[in-house]
């Protein structure tokens, strides 16, 4: 069994997302400020649960130890079908948990009778985020541009990276 599985949200995983979405280093280049409030993220987890994409291309990432069982320590998928975002609790950055559940998220995505109509993915990261662009990278991302000014966030105004990724030809 791998350290990391990918699932549909439930709302029982309120506690967990609100630990990610409060935590200012893991918001840091997300596109809206540290949640404040357990009701940010309630907001947030019913859009997410209750949306077309939960469990189709939006998950949340659950790591499980032997002593403290299954815990969500991540989200990853794609907004609106097509673009793609990720976060992980900062307690596992630099294990290779990230690259495990992209990798999941990959082979199992491209496969899915659903998501045949698909023919690519799409990444706007902030350039100043080069631990996601350099993640993109290894699954194949391209860059396609550079955008000034394009999001106003909690860090004021923001820049992007456009990143492309075609379906794999099989």
Known sequence: MPPVKLRAA???DLQDLHELFSDEDVMRYWSTAP???LQQTQKYLRFMVYGPYNGRCDFVIEYTT?????????KLGLFDGHEIG???ARPY???GLMKDAMS???TDFWQRKDMREQKEMVADVDPRNS???GLLKKFGFEETGYRERTWETHLGWCDSLDLRLERPRN
């Open 104 to 106: 999941q998220f990959m």
């Open 66 to 74: 032997p002593s403290a069982g299954p815990k969500v320590i991540g």
């Open 10 to 12: 439930a709302m029982s």
């Open 93 to 95: 950055w630099g294990q």
């Open 35 to 37: 949640h404040t409030e």
């Open 86 to 88: 990720f976060m992980l």
């Open 131 to 133: 631990a996601c662009i």
